[in-house]
């Protein structure tokens, strides 16, 4: 089962550090990890994607709460939360296929940020179901390279 748990840490040296140990100490992969600074500098929100059973996540929740530097931890599990990714594709486009992505990329609400003779660089961010619908669409097209940020997500309430 994924989970995506949102960590509010202490914006200081180190801290991506200790947590993602703790992770790799209790043998779980992080799927992604997306950390920023929030409204207040002095502290950062992590949002980690992993994938394991409500028990062992439990106790490296737990974990996680014993770290000096860890303010709260919310695991979105069950709960109403927004997500969010974003991608950058750098897509094949030739004179005869260009009409045809821009058209997607208008569908997706995705924004092409660079063009070049060869190929297009576009901007798309969504769910996951939308990412990975529109990668499906860009795949014929040739992929060159794609970048993810990984989600991030915040509590409705």
């Given at each position: 089962?994924?989970?995506?748990?949102?960590?509010?840490?202490?914006?200081?040296?180190?801290?991506?550090?200790?947590?993602?140990?703790?992770?790799?100490?209790?043998?779980?992969?992080?799927?992604s990890l997306?950390?920023?600074?929030?409204?207040?500098?002095?502290?950062?929100?992590?949002?980690?994607?992993?994938?394991?059973?409500?028990?062992?996540?439990?106790?490296?929740?737990?974990?996680?709460?014993?770290?000096?530097?860890?303010?709260?931890?919310?695991?979105?599990?069950?709960?109403?939360?927004?997500?969010?990714?974003?991608?950058?594709?750098?897509?094949?486009?030739?004179?005869?296929?260009?009409?045809?992505?821009?058209?997607?990329?208008?569908?997706?609400?995705?924004?092409?940020?660079?063009?070049?003779?060869?190929?297009?660089?576009?901007?798309?961010?969504?769910?996951?179901?939308?990412?990975?619908?529109?990668?499906?669409?860009?795949?014929?097209?040739g992929i060159?390279?794609?970048?993810?940020?990984?989600?991030?997500?915040?509590?409705?309430?």
């Amino acid at each position: 089962m994924k989970h995506i748990i949102s960590v509010l840490v202490q914006n200081k040296f180190g801290v991506l550090s200790r947590v993602a140990n703790l992770f790799s100490a209790r043998g779980f992969n992080i799927d992604s990890l997306s950390v920023g600074e929030t409204q207040d500098t002095s502290t950062s929100r992590m949002t980690i994607v992993v994938e394991g059973d409500d028990r062992v996540l439990e106790q490296v929740t737990k974990q996680l709460n014993k770290l000096i530097d860890v303010i709260k931890v919310i695991d979105f599990q069950g709960g109403e939360f927004v997500d969010r990714e974003l991608v950058l594709i750098k897509v094949n486009a030739t004179a005869t296929t260009r009409a045809e992505i821009m058209q997607m990329v208008d569908i997706f609400r995705a924004r092409i940020v660079s063009v070049r003779e060869k190929h297009f660089t576009i901007e798309v961010t969504g769910t996951e179901d939308k990412i990975s619908a529109f990668l499906d669409l860009m795949r014929p097209f040739g992929i060159k390279e794609l970048a993810r940020t990984g989600k991030v997500a915040i509590a409705r309430a």
